[in-house]
């Protein structure tokens, strides 16, 4: 390979000298290096009239369209005109998912059918290659399509430059490659490469073997015609050299001689002749090139000066010895360069056996030394790989049947080279019965070229008797009328991989199996969230219904599920909501409750078992429903059974027609569980829709009680004004009569004047509570605040009521404490209450006396009232009652003391709507403490109409 040049130019300048017919090469690691040299050489074309296509794999299009932008290129426009394709991997060489040469030629043929079409002057394609990391199928047949492009290349207008990336490909792999192009651009380097194998001498057989063959076969070759042409060479010279002495007066002789001396000036090897003493006496230019010197450098000179002392002083001592030499050396250039040289000297004598000179006669074989260089790293490297890719190569001669088996492929069954036979009939033995009939198929297809390539997995029998997997790989070389005469490949140990794969589709199918439990957890952990979330079925409940017997019937993959509901009277089952039955079949199914403790439906319904059949007339108690299960055509059943609190409301089922194995466990569990959920969202809309009911019916009835709350009202108006009327007149005459208006009034006639007088103020009383309470209860109360100065209003609560206990000999004693506040609230309805309580207290007590309590409550913050007696107290079991509206103690005691139970109800109400409270304390015997608590600051209750 010449010695590269360094300027960057010399790419440019290479691409620009490339024309049809030019197959280059460009190598890269940078995406820089790459889009500077591929951008170039598109822009080269576009400028020149070409089609140009871009072949994308790493790159995406915008990267590359920039580019070419900055380039300079209207990359819409030359897409517009056709002058620019972008395509890809995938539509050109991998379109069949792998490499393809064929393929990737037929790609480059229609192409530059259609530019030709088109009317351009030529096709300019360059495809990105960076794929191939080794191991992808396809890789192998890189160095085929690059052999058939140089085939392909002279033969059609087409200028194309490939590009590979040197980090993607394997180095060995880039060697082949660089191999197969005449020019390699890298960087800025431009290599002139003098290994490049022409289109004639790459056809041919393809396989690794073949080209070892090949290769050695030509270098013997030219090795033999190289001596045979330098012995002859050198016998030229020698007689140009004896009849130049002898002769030199016969013209004849003259121009013989300069004859032979320009065949050895025109010799392509390098020739040179040193005197006796080893002189240089003449070089042709062959040899002027080679070395570097000129004829003037040379005068005086040995060939020492270029190939050093000590291996001059051993090929004179051949040539000494023997009278010629033959051998291999470096030789050092004037420029300092290094050239390995095949040397061949040999001595020449006159007839009387003098010697005139000794013949050199060099070849530059660094070619082929770097050749059998990388021969040989290729050697060892596919020896390693043999053996650490457990790799093994088999060749078989069709014609004779003739198996040769490498010594590595048999170690990798376990034998060594001489325990297994080179035989096919054994070679077949061995391989797994199973395998056979797949092995011979494959066979089979690629001798009839039915595939481009033999390949098939198979077992073969290991020599423990295990067996281990291989994957074979070959190729049939056939003769020019496609007959194959030869099969040769490799078999490579796939065991490990194969275990692998096993274990990997373990793992997916285990992965298969959890991912398909975990959906159906999602799908049933949804289910139930649906379900959780409807306390009752409430609107669009049917449908709602519908997508959970789907989801249950998905979920327990069963074909048919469906819900039947009790009727409310227990007496019928009716299909409610039901999936996979046709509507037509189930409609108008009714099913009578029996009552028989056999009949499973009945148990499921009433005892709240599951009912699992498969088949369902298994059970001899379900004989009565056989015309039911032929009309359904079901043949597996699992029911579960829809209760609230022992209620039986219906069941939940899946049904099955053809059902290989009964419902499981998982299934019972699952359909238990939204059963459940189910029953609690149809008894809640039962509950929901009899809550309903009796809202409606409380409504009604809160209609009725106010318009009898309304009559109620004007009753009592009325009847207050009807009472009012003659009491009043009662009242005036009483009063007129004792006051003498109308004559003197004996002592006689006082009492019962007085007796009508007190009856008339209770009678009054009464009329007054019984309006209070109506008031109350209409919410017509009306309360109205002011400041109140509870001493005061105690003090005349105290009077008004005085002259009832002095009457029965009973004193009132007011204790207001100092710090006694005074509140906001209703001083008229507190003096009423105040009333109340100390009636009462009168009332109850025929001895003792009345004490009335009035101080601060700190803790509650307000003021208290304590209206205490020492009359007949109150029983205990009478306590929670004596607040109530016309409930009395008892018969004797409301007898004897009077009144109709309304005065403490009255206090309690007015309390309550004063924001206050009472309390009672009380011994039957001994008396009783009622406790007031009133408020600092009261707000009224709602229902009372507030005037400030």
Same mark, same amino acid.
Request: hydrophobic fraction near 40%; proline fraction near 4%.
């Given at each position: 390979m010449?010695?590269p040049?360094?300027?960057?130019?010399?790419?440019?300048q290479?691409?620009e000298?490339?024309?049809?017919?030019?197959h280059l090469?460009?190598? @890269?690691e940078? +995406?820089? /290096?790459?889009? %500077?040299?591929?951008?170039?050489? #598109? !822009?080269?074309?576009?400028?020149? $009239?070409?089609?140009?296509i871009y072949?994308?794999?790493?790159?995406?299009p915008?990267?590359?369209?920039?580019?070419?932008?900055r380039?300079?290129i209207?990359?819409?426009?030359?897409?517009q005109?056709?002058?620019?394709?972008?395509?890809n991997?995938?539509?050109?060489?991998?379109?069949?998912? @792998?490499?393809? +040469?064929? /393929?990737m030629? %037929?790609f480059?043929?229609e192409? #530059? !059918?259609d530019?030709?079409?088109? $009317?351009?002057?030529?096709?300019?394609?360059?495809?990105?290659?960076?794929w191939?990391?080794?191991?992808?199928a396809g890789t192998?047949?890189?160095?085929?399509?690059?052999?058939?492009?140089n085939r392909?290349?002279?033969?059609?207008?087409?200028?194309?430059?490939?590009q590979y990336?040197?980090?993607?490909?394997? +180095?060995?792999?880039?060697?082949?490659?660089?191999?197969?192009?005449?020019?390699?651009?890298?960087?800025?380097?431009?290599?002139?490469?003098?290994?490049?194998?022409?289109?004639?001498?790459?056809?041919?057989?393809?396989?690794?073997?073949?080209?070892?063959e090949?290769?050695?076969a030509?270098?013997?070759?030219r090795e033999?015609?190289?001596?045979?042409?330098?012995?002859?060479n050198?016998?030229l010279?020698?007689?140009?050299?004896?009849?130049e002495?002898?002769?030199?007066e016969?013209?004849?002789?003259?121009?013989?001689?300069?004859?032979?001396?320009?065949?050895?000036?025109s010799?392509?090897?390098a020739?040179?002749i040193?005197?006796?003493?080893?002189?240089?006496l003449?070089?042709?230019?062959?040899?002027?090139?080679?070395?570097?010197?000129?004829?003037?450098?040379?005068?005086g000179?040995t060939p020492?000066?270029?190939?050093?002392?000590?291996?001059f002083?051993r090929?004179?001592e051949?040539?000494?010895?023997?009278?010629?030499?033959?051998?291999e050396?470096?030789s050092?250039?004037?420029?300092?360069?290094?050239?390995d040289?095949?040397l061949?000297a040999f001595t020449?004598?006159?007839?009387?056996g003098?010697?005139v000179?000794?013949?050199?006669?060099?070849?530059?074989?660094?070619?082929?030394?770097?050749?059998?260089?990388a021969?040989?790293?290729?050697?060892?490297?596919?020896?390693r790989?043999?053996?650490?890719?457990?790799?093994?190569?088999?060749?078989?001669?069709?014609?004779?049947?003739?198996?040769y088996l490498?010594?590595?492929?048999?170690?990798?069954?376990?034998?060594?080279?001489?325990?297994?036979?080179n035989?096919?009939d054994?070679?077949?033995?061995l391989?797994?019965?199973?395998?056979?009939?797949?092995v011979?198929?494959?066979?089979?297809?690629?001798?009839?070229?039915?595939?481009?390539?033999?390949?098939?997995?198979?077992r073969?029998?290991?020599?423990?008797?295990?067996?281990?997997?291989?994957?074979?790989?070959?190729?049939?070389?056939?003769?020019a009328?496609?007959?194959?005469?030869?099969?040769?490949?490799?078999?490579?140990d796939?065991?490990?991989?194969k275990?692998?794969?096993?274990?990997?589709?373990?793992?997916?199918m285990?992965?298969?199996?959890?991912?398909?439990q975990?959906q159906?957890?999602?799908g049933?952990?949804h289910?139930?969230?649906?379900l959780?979330?409807?306390?009752?079925?409430?609107?669009?409940?049917?449908?709602?219904?519908?997508?959970?017997v789907?989801?249950?019937?998905?979920?327990?993959k069963?074909?048919?599920?469906?819900?039947?509901?009790?009727?409310?009277?227990?007496?019928?089952?009716r299909?409610?909501?039901?999936?996979?039955?046709?509507?037509k079949?189930i409609?108008g199914?009714?099913?009578?409750?029996?009552?028989?403790?056999t009949?499973p439906?009945?148990?499921?319904?009433?005892?709240g078992?599951?009912?699992?059949?498969?088949?369902?007339?298994?059970?001899?108690g379900?004989?009565?429903?056989r015309?039911?299960?032929?009309?359904?055509?079901?043949?597996?059943?699992?029911?579960?059974?829809?209760?609230?609190?022992?209620?039986?409301?219906?069941?939940?089922?899946?049904?099955d027609?053809?059902?290989?194995?009964?419902?499981?466990?998982?299934?019972?569990?699952?359909?238990?569980?939204i059963?459940?959920?189910?029953?609690?969202?149809?008894?809640?809309?039962?509950?929901a829709?009899?809550?309903?009911?009796?809202?409606?019916e409380?409504?009604?009835?809160?209609i009725?009680a106010?318009?009898a709350?309304?009559?109620?009202s004007?009753?009592?108006?009325?009847?207050?004004?009807e009472?009012?009327t003659?009491?009043?007149?009662i009242?005036?005459?009483?009063?007129?009569?004792?006051?003498?208006?109308?004559?003197a009034?004996?002592?006689?006639?006082?009492?019962?004047?007085?007796?009508?007088r007190r009856?008339?103020?209770?009678l009054?009383?009464?009329?007054?509570?019984?309006?209070?309470?109506?008031?109350?209860?209409a919410?017509?109360?009306?309360?109205?605040?002011?400041?109140?100065?509870?001493?005061a209003?105690?003090?005349?609560?105290?009077?008004?009521?005085?002259?009832?206990?002095?009457?029965?000999?009973?004193?009132?004693r007011?204790?207001?404490?100092?710090?006694l506040?005074s509140?906001?609230?209703?001083?008229?309805?507190?003096?009423?209450?105040?009333?109340?309580?100390?009636?009462?207290?009168?009332?109850?007590?025929?001895?003792?006396?009345?004490t009335?309590?009035a101080?601060?409550?700190?803790?509650?913050?307000?003021?208290?009232?304590v209206v205490?007696?020492?009359g007949?107290g109150?029983r205990?079991?009478?306590?929670?009652?004596?607040?109530?509206a016309?409930?009395?103690?008892?018969?004797?005691?409301?007898?004897?003391?009077?009144?109709?139970?309304?005065?403490?109800?009255?206090?309690k109400?007015?309390?309550?709507?004063?924001?206050?409270?009472?309390?009672?304390?009380?011994?039957?015997?001994?008396?009783?403490v009622?406790?007031?608590?009133?408020?600092?600051?009261?707000?009224?209750e709602?229902?009372?109409?507030?005037?400030?």
């Amino acid at each position: 390979m010449n010695r590269p040049n360094r300027n960057d130019s010399l790419s440019v300048q290479t691409l620009e000298q490339a024309v049809p017919h030019d197959h280059l090469c460009l190598i @890269y690691e940078t +995406p820089q /290096e790459q889009l %500077a040299a591929a951008i170039s050489f #598109i !822009r080269i074309g576009l400028e020149r $009239g070409e089609r140009c296509i871009y072949i994308l794999d790493e790159n995406v299009p915008e990267t590359v369209t920039g580019a070419m932008r900055r380039e300079g290129i209207d990359v819409d426009a030359a897409i517009q005109s056709g002058a620019l394709i972008l395509s890809n991997k995938e539509e050109s060489y991998l379109k069949k998912g @792998y490499f393809d +040469p064929d /393929e990737m030629i %037929a790609f480059l043929e229609e192409a #530059i !059918r259609d530019a030709e079409k088109a $009317g351009f002057s030529a096709l300019r394609a360059t495809g990105e290659m960076t794929w191939a990391l080794g191991g992808e199928a396809g890789t192998e047949r890189l160095i085929e399509y690059e052999a058939k492009l140089n085939r392909f290349f002279p033969k059609n207008n087409l200028v194309g430059i490939c590009q590979y990336n040197r980090k993607r490909f394997r +180095p060995e792999l880039l060697i082949d490659v660089i191999r197969t192009h005449p020019k390699v651009i890298s960087g800025g380097l431009v290599c002139q490469n003098l290994h490049y194998v022409p289109p004639a001498e790459s056809s041919g057989e393809s396989g690794p073997s073949q080209q070892v063959e090949r290769l050695l076969a030509d270098i013997v070759d030219r090795e033999k015609r190289e001596i045979a042409l330098r012995e002859s060479n050198a016998a030229l010279a020698s007689k140009s050299l004896l009849l130049e002495r002898e002769t030199a007066e016969h013209r004849r002789a003259d121009e013989q001689l300069d004859l032979y001396r320009r065949i050895v000036a025109s010799a392509n090897d390098a020739i040179g002749i040193i005197d006796p003493t080893g002189i240089y006496l003449q070089q042709n230019e062959s040899h002027r090139r080679l070395i570097g010197y000129s004829d003037e450098a040379l005068q005086g000179k040995t060939p020492a000066i270029h190939l050093g002392g000590e291996v001059f002083g051993r090929i004179a001592e051949g040539l000494a010895k023997n009278g010629s030499y033959r051998g291999e050396h470096v030789s050092r250039t004037r420029s300092g360069e290094e050239v390995d040289i095949e040397l061949s000297a040999f001595t020449m004598r006159n007839a009387a056996g003098e010697i005139v000179c000794h013949v050199g006669i060099k070849r530059d074989v660094t070619r082929r030394k770097e050749a059998e260089k990388a021969l040989r790293l290729s050697e060892e490297r596919y020896e390693r790989a043999a053996v650490a890719g457990q790799v093994g190569v088999w060749d078989w001669d069709i014609a004779t049947n003739a198996l040769y088996l490498s010594p590595n492929l048999k170690a990798l069954l376990g034998y060594a080279d001489r325990e297994l036979a080179n035989d096919l009939d054994a070679w077949c033995r061995l391989v797994h019965p199973d395998d056979k009939e797949r092995v011979i198929a494959a066979t089979r297809a690629h001798l009839q070229n039915v595939t481009p390539v033999y390949e098939v997995e198979l077992r073969r029998r290991h020599r423990d008797g295990s067996y281990r997997w291989f994957l074979t790989r070959g190729t049939a070389l056939r003769r020019a009328d496609g007959t194959p005469y030869r099969l040769t490949g490799s078999d490579t140990d796939i065991t490990e991989r194969k275990r692998s794969e096993a274990a990997l589709q373990r793992a997916h199918m285990e992965l298969a199996i959890k991912m398909e439990q975990l959906q159906r957890q999602l799908g049933i952990s949804h289910l139930l969230h649906q379900l959780s979330g409807r306390f009752t079925l409430g609107e669009g409940g049917d449908l709602f219904l519908s997508e959970v017997v789907k989801r249950v019937a998905e979920l327990t993959k069963a074909t048919r599920c469906g819900i039947s509901l009790v009727d409310p009277d227990q007496k019928m089952i009716r299909p409610h909501t039901f999936y996979g039955f046709d509507e037509k079949t189930i409609q108008g199914i009714e099913l009578p409750v029996v009552v028989d403790e056999t009949d499973p439906v009945y148990r499921l319904l009433y005892r709240g078992e599951t009912l699992m059949l498969h088949p369902i007339l298994s059970d001899p108690g379900m004989e009565r429903y056989r015309p039911l299960v032929k009309r359904l055509g079901v043949e597996s059943i699992l029911a579960i059974p829809l209760q609230v609190r022992g209620v039986p409301l219906g069941a939940l089922y899946i049904c099955d027609k053809e059902r290989q194995t009964p419902f499981t466990l998982e299934d019972t569990q699952l359909m238990q569980t939204i059963a459940n959920q189910i029953a609690l969202a149809i008894a809640n809309q039962q509950y929901a829709e009899n809550l309903e009911k009796i809202n409606q019916e409380l409504q009604r009835k809160k209609i009725e009680a106010e318009e009898a709350s309304r009559l109620k009202s004007h009753f009592l108006s009325n009847v207050s004004h009807e009472l009012r009327t003659p009491l009043n007149a009662i009242f005036g005459y009483t009063h007129l009569l004792m006051n003498e208006a109308y004559g003197a009034v004996g002592e006689e006639q006082k009492t019962p004047l007085d007796g009508i007088r007190r009856n008339a103020t209770d009678l009054s009383r009464l009329i007054n509570d019984v309006l209070d309470l109506a008031k109350i209860e209409a919410g017509k109360m009306s309360i109205h605040l002011s400041e109140v100065d509870l001493g005061a209003l105690i003090e005349e609560a105290i009077v008004g009521i005085r002259p009832l206990s002095e009457k029965k000999g009973l004193p009132i004693r007011a204790i207001v404490a100092p710090d006694l506040p005074s509140i906001e609230s209703d001083p008229g309805k507190i003096k009423q209450i105040l009333v109340n309580l100390l009636s009462n207290a009168v009332k109850f007590t025929s001895e003792g006396e009345i004490t009335l309590h009035a101080r601060r409550q700190t803790a509650r913050h307000g003021v208290e009232l304590v209206v205490q007696d020492t009359g007949i107290g109150i029983r205990s079991e009478d306590l929670p009652r004596i607040f109530e509206a016309f409930d009395q103690i008892d018969g004797g005691d409301t007898r004897e003391f009077g009144g109709v139970g309304l005065g403490l109800t009255i206090v309690k109400e007015l309390l309550h709507f004063l924001a206050g409270e009472i309390r009672v304390e009380s011994e039957y015997g001994k008396g009783s403490v009622f406790t007031v608590l009133l408020p600092i600051r009261s707000q009224p209750e709602k229902g009372f109409l507030r005037d400030s």
